[in-house]
């Protein structure tokens, strides 16, 4: 079984619809992130969190919220989602070192 | 200037060829410095990291640092076709897992 998962793998959305990502994870990390990723934009953080009690917006967070659940569980939501919000979210854990931990991703595509 | 700068490719060689794969930065306060590989469809996965200046072999892979320059490099020797996918360097402040700033990834090609 995959430690990261993501669900759902793909969607397709319409612009102004609320659309939420979730992730678990099995590896007992505490620390989790959200990152988009775009053609020739690499990777940019969204959210991350150090545990159930803290959130910390990335580099950019507008137009997106968060929410840990519990330790294995941080979701991504889009309030009212816009066509430039299509790109590939993946959410990431660690333990707090350099290595983290990504999901398989999910390809949103907000028409 | 961006803080990472990382060629997107495509970078296409035929197999059993040396690779070369490079990344430029501009804040001397990186200290860490990660090669992931991202394969199409999967998420990225680290391949190896290496602390301040110098080299790290594993394998086929060798890491290199340069920090006078701010210029890290990924080689791959003796590539296969499994090789191919994205490669993405990161770096972070010292101590600061968490800053981890990627650059945009290079395309691999190996060629059978």
């Known amino acids: 079984d995959a430690d990261v998962t993501q669900t759902p793998r793909n969607r397709i959305t319409k612009t102004g619809k609320r659309i939420m990502l979730e992730c678990s994870q099995t590896k007992g990390h505490d620390r989790m992130y959200w990152y988009r990723q775009d053609p020739g934009l690499g990777l940019r953080l969204i959210y991350y969190s150090f545990d159930v009690k803290d959130i910390n917006k990335g580099e950019i967070s507008d137009g997106y919220s968060v929410s840990r659940q519990a330790q294995a569980k941080f979701s991504l939501s889009l309030e009212s989602a816009i066509p430039n919000q299509t790109a590939l979210y993946f959410c990431?854990?660690?333990?707090?070192?350099?290595?983290?931990?990504f999901g398989p991703g999910t390809r949103l595509t907000v028409l | 200037q961006k803080e990472v700068e990382q060629d997107p490719g495509p970078l296409s060689v035929p197999e059993g060829a040396i690779v070369s794969l490079n990344c430029t930065y501009s804040?001397?306060?990186?200290?860490?410095f990660m090669w992931y590989r991202q394969y199409s469809r999967k998420g990225p996965e680290l391949l190896m990291y290496?602390?301040?200046?110098g080299n790290k072999e594993d394998g086929r892979f060798t890491a290199q640092v340069d920090k006078s320059s701010k210029y890290i490099s990924l080689f791959i020797r003796d590539s296969q076709p499994s090789d191919s996918a994205t490669y993405l360097c990161a770096m972070s402040p010292a101590g600061l897992g968490d800053k981890i700033i990627f650059g945009k990834g290079t395309r691999l090609h190996i060629l059978p």
């Open positions: 804040n001397s306060a990186f200290q860490y």
């Open positions: 990431a854990t660690s333990t707090g070192g350099n290595e983290q931990f």
């Open positions: 290496t602390y301040s200046s």
